[in-house]
């Protein structure tokens, strides 16, 4: 028989950047969300405000602690900031991949391609895992028969995701299911998970240009058992 899940640990990517230059940002600061990043922000906590999320944690950088701002004024709720969660490292960070331009096209760049199932151009998958892992999982504790929600990063919650459906890491960045402002849910029944859920309260606010993941907005959310 099926047990009914006890505890949810939502994970929130962050809205929309405004980032004019086509720059890799990852770690850097000064990236901020754009007007429609903040209306991204606002309709997800819109949709989320009514769930039983008792506990917040956000990665430290500006475009994620922008976007769990309004869900933590509309449910009361004081912001933990996580190290944890934080976007990957990448040695592509600063280069530029818009507006015609494509680090990737420089030949001096290609001798970081070497093992993308590493990966070799950054932090390595289980290394991610690993700490968002663990961050989930203290989230899953402090929120015991409640919900709790992070907010992170397209890669990290990908990555995490993969690992919890025993997925290879292996894997065309386009095709990651986790655009702007989409939530996915680990549901656990006590320690153990036991559903991973999938779905985009913003979905109708998501550019054309930026929807890379098969999901339509106007779909069910997609779910699977680990």
Known sequence: MTQTPDTTVHLLRHG?????DGVLY????GFHLSE???????KAAATLKERDIVHLRSSPLERAQETIRPLADARGLEVLLDERVIESTNKFEGMRFGHGEN???DPRTWRLL???????WGEPYKQVVARMKAAIIDARDVSRGHEALIVSHQLPIWITRLAAEHRSFLHDPRSRQCT????TSFHFVGDRLAQVSYSEPAG???PVADRKAPFSAGGAPEERRP
């Open 26 to 29: 990852g770690r850097r600061d």
């Open 204 to 206: 109708d606010l998501i």
């Open 16 to 20: 929309e950047v405004y980032n004019p």
């Open 114 to 120: 070497w093992n993308p199932l590493r990966p070799s």
């Open 103 to 105: 680090a990737l096209r």
């Open 180 to 183: 702007l402002c989409s939530v």
């Open 36 to 42: 429609l990043g903040v209306k991204m922000a606002e």
